[in-house]
């Protein structure tokens, strides 16, 4: 989080929550009751791929989806790329323009949320977000093991990322895979057999960061089907917790949310992404909730911390849509006429955007950069 401000506001998700409880609510629009990501930042997006082995651009992680206002989501994205503009050194009125294009994106994706995003990646303007995903279809098996695992070899390297499990862990893990509703989730992908064999072959605690520790994180290495055929692949066993993201009020005939932390993981997923939240499985292991995921090739976060102004415009109308078209999945055709009304209200004369998405972004940028220098004087004291 010291390494840049950017990074210290992808970490810091309960910062942005503590502005929220203390900013005048009435200032931000209220939307519909819907699944939100709740952590929308340009990390938390990316190449997804499906089951059926097609890629999408999709937001990727949901550790703090909820059933609230999905104003919150874009004025996360909002910071988000805000930062990434100062990380890049563009001037100010760069991140107006964004700012503008953030709403277009957004509305245009709301609106149409039936078009593909991974076909609308063209131009220069879009290049850091073209190369991402065109690296993200040509990745295979091996790819993924040499970068999580080292190399091909079946097996799980301990060290500093992977520890050694305890026998009761992995016995509990051994039961897990046993289960049908996991073995299925296992052979589910394009390519596997139904009534393919699912085998454990190694496990290991994954210390993934410093949100792993305290918490279970487990990294399994499974082999599916026979010798003759035997493919092999990584799943990511992550223990599902309470999330600072506020839920709304629910809507008489909204979604309803789970009160099962990994079920509401996995809730969110498959309304907002269903890409990813098809490969997940909410379950119990060792009486803590967890979410299960195959982690597939494809599914890669976007870095983008060097951007030119015309990319970092282009790339905030591109994500912004992409979060339109996961909210607006959720809604009536009339819902999204009535929200898209509602975000437009109180435009400013001097930019196209509305006041209360700027007015937010200006209090949470000067927020987040004091405390980011306050937290790299403190890491600084103890480094």
Known sequence: MARSVHAYVRGNTIQFYEWLTRTHKDSIPKGPSIWICGDCH????????????????????????????????????????????????????T???????????YQSGLLRPVATAADAVRGDHLEPIHDVLQNAIRRRWKHLAEERIDDVTPTIPLGERFWKLSDKERQAIEKLFAEDATSKLMTQLKGRDDDAKVKVVDAAYWMKGCSSLGKLRMAVLISVGKRSDRTYCLVDIKEAVKPAAPAGKPATGGPHMPTDFAERVVAGACALSPYLGNRMRAATLLNRPVVIRELMPQDLKLEIDS??????????????????????????AAHRRSWAAELNRNRSKSLDAPNWLWSSLLQLVSEHEAAYLEHCRRYALVS
Do not use: W, Y
């Open 307 to 332: 951007l030119t102004c015309e990319q970092a415009i282009g790339a905030a109308r591109f994500l912004a849509a992409v979060v339109g078209k996961a909210h607006g999945r959720q809604m009536t």
């Open 95 to 105: 991140t107006a323009q964004m700012v503008e294009h953030i709403m277009l994106g």
């Open 42 to 93: 340009v990390g938390n997006l990316g190449p997804i791929a499906g089951a059926d082995g097609r890629v999408e651009i999709e937001i990727r992680d949901l550790d703090q989806t909820v059933v609230g206002n999905p104003a919150h989501d874009i004025i996360r994205l909002a910071l988000s790329l805000a930062m990434a503009a100062r990380g890049s050194d563009l001037p100010g009125v």
